[in-house]
């Protein structure tokens, strides 16, 4: 119904409501896709971190759909709380190999496909692992080993590893050091800043054909004082607030809107 009432196509804050084409370009946004743009080039390991709900796995779904398939092959991995075996039996899976013989026979077929992409076909892997902060100690080590051409010297595939925050913990355990050495790429996500935020809320909007016009300035100052610069939190608030809007009444979302939204987001 608030769809109707304030002259929207769609929910612009539902996730699944707007395309890559739309994406909302944050400072974050672009240091994420320049860093995944010269990975995918130099290949190695790229280190990616934020805290929940900041859009690093959006982005990176947009990288993926801006990939040329005939250049690259991207895989995507989110089921990061299983054992070494099952890791492996994932791999083979997504890469198209047998999964039997056990981990040794798996491991081998693994690397072989890989090289078989890379160097045959010309379309190396960029493996995306999300969720990584989950991974055990031994596929963390697995990892370093599964990175190992010619003696070390060649890389054949990107690793994309992306996680909460306190990943960057774990993998200054003196355990993974040899994994962290090959960290190529690292970016920690910042979050919206305030102006961000507005302008964040706005482009939404108007992706489903509504203006600024139905939110004034100082609702839009409220959304980013409470949120945080945490987009997810900002697309939570904004779709209680227009249900509330719509149900009081108000044309145009004012602060009173948000501070109702903000209590039943318990943001307060």
Known sequence: MYNDYYSLAFNPFDKQQISEKDCFRSKDFDEMTSRLNVLKDVRGIGLFTASPGMGKSYCLRCFAKSLNPNLHHMEYICLSTISVADFYKQLCIILGVSEKGGKTAMFKAIQEQIYY????????????????????????????????????????????????????????????????????????????????????????????????????????????????????????????????????????????????????????
């Open 117 to 268: 992409l890379y160097h045959e076909k010309r379309q190396p892997l960029l493996l995306a692992i999300d969720e990584a902060q989950y991974l055990s100690n031994g596929i963390f080590n697995d990892i370093k080993m599964l990175m190992n051409y010619g003696y070390d010297s060649v890389n054949c595939f990107t690793l994309i590893l992306c996680g909460e925050s306190h990943l960057n913990d774990i993998l200054r355990k003196q355990i993974h050091e040899a994994l962290r050495q090959r960290i190529t790429i690292h970016y920690n996500y910042q979050g919206l800043t305030d102006d961000e935020v507005m302008s964040y809320v706005v482009h939404k909007l108007n992706c489903a054909g509504s203006s600024k016009a139905i939110i004034d300035e100082s609702a839009l100052r409220a959304v980013a004082s409470h949120t945080h610069g945490n987009p997810r939190l900002i697309d939570n608030l904004m779709s209680d607030a227009l249900v509330i809007g719509s149900q009081q009444d108000k044309k145009s979302i004012d602060t009173d809107i948000i501070l109702a939204a903000v209590n039943n987001q318990n943001l307060g």
